[in-house]
């Protein structure tokens, strides 16, 4: 079936640094949507591509969705303590379902 | 997030026992989707629903039941039949527009702990 793939599974940072989370997938996706998981909380929204070759940002994180629609990337810029948490994609699939990737965890140290 | 609502945040169940987990939402989506949790795992789909009535079974659904007899309800049962339900239980929701999908709005989840 479809899947999504997403890496690295962990990433440790230095306050400062940049920080970016990979995501491919098998098949061509309709969308592709960014969510952050924060410790101990639920996962919330961030942000949806739609159009091949989409980019969108939003302050420090940008988003980018590839041209043949299989694969995404987010990048933050100059990460701070407040980015911990885990992100997730999730593409739409074939069957208007939404399919995750495992998540990357994002650590960063002061 | 937004209208969703899980009750109760945390449960704690005996070995063998049935319990139902709530998954309320005021948002008037029509699909509402279940998953399961495991520490430092992404989310797995337990079981879906697009419409009232109909449900369909996601990549888990052994040892779970669920019922969609009113839009804004999707309750989940993990039976006695599933052998390691410790986890965090998240419901999530989602409106369903023409040809691309929605956003799809998650509940704080529930934490359930077998005893």
């Known amino acids: 079936g479809q899947q999504v793939m997403q890496i690295p599974q962990y990433q440790h940072v230095q306050e400062g640094e940049d920080f970016t989370t990979y995501c491919n997938s098998s098949?061509?996706?309709?969308?592709i949507q960014w969510y952050k998981q924060r410790p101990g909380g639920h996962p919330v929204f961030l942000i949806q591509?739609?159009?091949?070759?989409e980019v969108k940002k939003q302050k420090r994180l940008t988003f980018q969705f590839g041209e043949a629609k299989k694969n995404s990337s987010l990048h933050i810029t100059a990460t701070q303590t407040t980015d911990v948490g885990t992100y997730f994609c999730?593409?739409?699939?074939?069957?208007?379902?939404?399919?995750f990737g495992k998540g990357t965890k994002l650590s960063v140290k002061p | 997030d937004g209208g969703i609502t899980q009750s109760p945040k945390y449960l704690f169940r005996k070995e063998g026992q049935n319990v139902t987990l709530s998954c309320e939402q005021n948002?008037?989506?029509?699909?509402m989707y279940w998953y399961r949790q495991d520490p430092g795992q992404g989310l797995r789909l337990i079981y879906y629903s697009q419409i009232v009535n109909d449900f369909q079974k996601g990549d888990i659904a052994e040892g779970y039941s669920v019922s969609r007899e009113k839009k804004e309800s999707f309750p989940l049962t993990v039976t006695s039949a599933q052998k390691n339900p410790t986890a965090f239980y998240l419901c999530?929701?989602?409106?369903?527009?023409?040809?691309?999908?929605?956003?799809?709005?998650f509940g704080p989840g529930t934490r359930l702990t077998v005893l």
């Open positions: 948002l008037n989506h029509d699909a």
């Open positions: 999530a929701s989602r409106r369903l527009a023409g040809v691309s999908t929605d956003t799809q709005y």
């Open positions: 098949t061509t996706l309709s969308n």
């Open positions: 591509l739609v159009k091949s070759g």
């Open positions: 999730a593409g739409g699939g074939s069957q208007g379902n939404l399919i």
